[in-house]
């Protein structure tokens, strides 16, 4: 689903790096009760736009 294997960044920070995102994104989306995650990041994929709304933490 995230395709790590397919990132370039190997070297120093970056699989912490984007194991800190990829755990990052999964929590926005726990908190706001979303169960189908692979459906949702594959929508949010498509079209931006729909993240926005999920990044509105106030």
């Known amino acids: ?3 790590e294997d ?3 960044a190997y070297l120093g920070n970056g699989p912490r790096n984007t194991a800190a995102l ?3 994104a999964l929590g926005v ?3 706001h009760g979303i169960a ?3 459906e949702t ?3 949010i994929g498509r079209d931006h736009d729909r993240a926005t ?3 509105m933490l106030t």
């Open 6 to 8: 397919d990132q370039q």
């Open 41 to 43: 990041v594959q929508r």
């Open 22 to 24: 990829r755990n990052l």
């Open 29 to 31: 989306l726990a908190m």
């Open 53 to 55: 709304p999920l990044l």
């Open 36 to 38: 189908k995650i692979t």
């Open 1 to 3: 689903m995230w395709r």
